[in-house]
């Protein structure tokens, strides 16, 4: 990198710090709380990842999704999921249609709701595998194949998918290939008491927020590029390798209990652990955090605090842990106490 380059740089990411304050605060005139949960979406967004939103309902994930798309000027979609969507019904489908002009018929591709910027796919576990498969080539190639065409699509493309923890009857668990294609699983949690009481107020009111545009969709492209080039030391890339490591308690042929990067606990209570596109996130979280609050590079703090929406999906737990009732951010937050940082 030239010095022409790292001034330029560091000084696009001092404008990003500065939207990024813009974003919270337009925000906050619809989202009451929920401060870390906004942090962790722009975090996935600038990231170029995707989040799997965890929440009972009645939190407003909703609302937050639409609105963050309103703020950066981006094209919203909601899918609700059903168990009987099908992958056309997210992805489109091609219609005959008759030219009037000619009186041929043509093949036509009729575009499906995937084809936005912030796909919102609420209660994603309620429908079969083979649909919830429908979004796995769009999040991972940015592209959807219909009838052996295959469409691109706009650019920044975002999903945040919702699953309800509490009615699990009827639902369809997400298969692992496809948790590990959201970037942070994020936890919404009630509000307290204060913020419920101002939620209360202000949706019981005549009052109406008006949100004002922040970025547009080039903006935020241009941003995910930024943040790629944020330097990551080796001490940081060393951490977070050796975090994601940890959670494994021996994998196929004991190799990660064998060069003893498991401690006693994980190997006790963790079935399998997460893979390396874990520590890929873990960097790359970190450099976007660190970017966010107008840092040039990331430090250890940076993948310790993202390192619970990386791992808490990518943490398979066994029989003991669940009679013991021990849960993946419990052992996430003994693994950060007992991981070094050095």
């Known amino acids: 990198m030239t010095p022409e380059t790292a001034t330029s740089d560091l000084q696009a990411i001092q404008q990003l710090q500065q ?11 619809t989202i009451v709380g929920q401060d870390e949960v906004v942090d962790q979406l722009l975090t996935a967004l600038f990231a170029n990842g995707h989040v799997l939103l965890v929440g009972v309902p009645g ?34 489908t ?19 709701p995937v084809f936005a910027n912030v796909v919102l796919a609420d209660e994603i576990n309620r429908t079969p595998p083979k649909t919830q498969a429908a979004l796995l080539q769009a999040m991972q190639e940015k592209e959807v194949t219909v009838g052996g065409e295959t469409y691109h699509l706009d650019l920044p493309f975002f999903v945040l998918a919702t699953q309800n923890p509490i009615e699990l009857e009827g639902t369809y668990p997400l298969p692992e290939a496809q948790l590990d294609r959201f970037m942070f699983n994020v936890q919404v949690d009630y509000p307290k008491q204060d913020e419920e009481e101002r939620i209360v107020a202000t949706t019981t009111s005549a009052h109406e927020a008006k949100l004002e545009r922040v970025l547009n969709a080039a903006q ?30 021996g994998g196929v042929g004991g190799s990660a209990a064998a060069d003893g990067a498991a401690p006693d606990f994980v190997r006790q209570w963790v079935s399998w652990g997460a893979g390396p ?32 929406a990386v791992l808490r999906h990518r943490i398979v737990t066994n029989f003991t842990a669940e009679a013991e009732g021990v849960k993946p951010d419990r052992i996430i937050a003994d693994l950060l106490r007992a991981v070094p940082s050095e």
């Open 19 to 29: 939207a990024r304050d813009r974003i919270v605060a337009e925000l906050r005139k």
């Open 59 to 92: 939190l407003a994930k909703t609302l937050l999704v639409s609105s963050v798309a309103r703020v950066l000027d981006l094209k919203f979609n909601r899918i609700q999921f059903t168990p009987d969507l099908m992958p056309s019904d997210i992805t489109g």
């Open 277 to 308: 596109r874990a520590s890929q996130y873990l960097v790359l979280g970190a450099k976007t955090r660190a970017a966010l609050r107008g840092r040039l590079a990331p430090g250890i703090e940076d993948v310790q605090a993202v390192a619970p």
């Open 94 to 112: 091609d219609i005959l249609e008759e030219d009037h002009a000619t009186s041929k018929r043509v093949v036509r591709f009729i575009r499906g």
């Open 220 to 249: 935020i492209v241009e941003l995910q590029k930024l943040i790629r080039r944020v330097p990551a030391a080796d001490h940081v890339v060393r951490y977070a390798v050796r975090l994601a490591r940890a959670t494994r308690p």
